[in-house]
């Protein structure tokens, strides 16, 4: 797992085989279920709510934070991360498209002429989903995003 930092960007799935190849390397896959993933990684974010506990609102880029804290709040937002990507690998997701997918339906939810400026959730806008983006769609396709928008969150 040499050069990792040479590097200047990293895919997801370079994460994944590389989570995977500590995992085997250790023996760890027998413990790698979903719900132990699951639990690990709320520990995790626990870990990085601390970091961010009794602080009040924290401008962007934390200017005013010390290098030490930086680089702590980064090994607990990789922590996080790596935590993900090993889940979503052991359940078999493909964690980039997942992600897309969900984007490209929150356009859907959030349109941007009734969102814009806006923080109220998507229940709370008054939205004709058959007229978004101007076309009329079928019932049955407003029915399938309705239904996809109600089982995620």
């Not at 085989?17 to 500590?22: D, I, P, V, Y």
């Not at 962007?60 to 996080?80: F, T």
């Not at 309705?146 to 928008?149: E, L």
């Given at each position: 797992?040499?050069?990792?930092?040479?590097?200047?960007?990293?895919?997801?799935?370079?994460?994944k085989?590389?989570?995977?190849?500590?995992a085997?390397e250790?023996?760890?896959?027998?413990?790698?279920?979903?719900?132990?993933?699951?639990?690990?990684?709320?520990?995790?974010?626990?870990?990085?709510?601390?970091?961010?506990q009794?602080?009040g609102?924290v401008p962007?880029?934390?200017?005013?934070?010390?290098?030490?804290?930086?680089?702590?709040?980064?090994?607990?937002?990789?922590?996080?991360?790596l935590?993900?990507?090993r889940?979503?690998d052991?359940?078999?997701i493909?964690?980039?498209?997942?992600?897309?997918?969900?984007?490209?339906?929150?356009?859907?939810?959030?349109?941007v002429?009734?969102?814009?400026?806006?923080?109220?959730?998507?229940?709370?806008i008054?939205?004709?989903?058959?007229?978004?983006?101007?076309?009329s769609?079928?019932?049955?396709t407003?029915?399938g995003i309705?239904?996809?928008?109600k089982?995620?969150?």
């Open positions: 797992m040499t050069g990792v930092l040479e590097k200047e960007g990293v895919t997801l799935e370079e994460l085989k590389k989570m995977g190849e500590f085997r250790r023996d760890w896959d027998q413990f790698h279920s979903p719900r132990n993933l699951l639990l690990a990684l709320v520990g995790e974010v626990g870990e990085l709510s601390e970091i961010f009794w602080k609102e962007r880029g934390l200017p005013d934070w010390k290098d030490e804290e930086k680089q702590h709040l980064g090994e607990e937002l990789s922590d996080v991360l935590y993900l990507v889940l979503s052991i359940c078999g493909d964690l980039g498209k997942a992600a897309l997918r969900k984007l490209e339906m929150n356009v859907i939810k959030y349109p002429k009734h969102c814009r400026g806006s923080s109220k959730k998507h229940t709370q008054n939205v004709d989903r058959s007229t978004v983006n101007g076309d769609g079928s019932a049955a407003d029915q309705n239904s996809d928008i089982s995620t969150s």
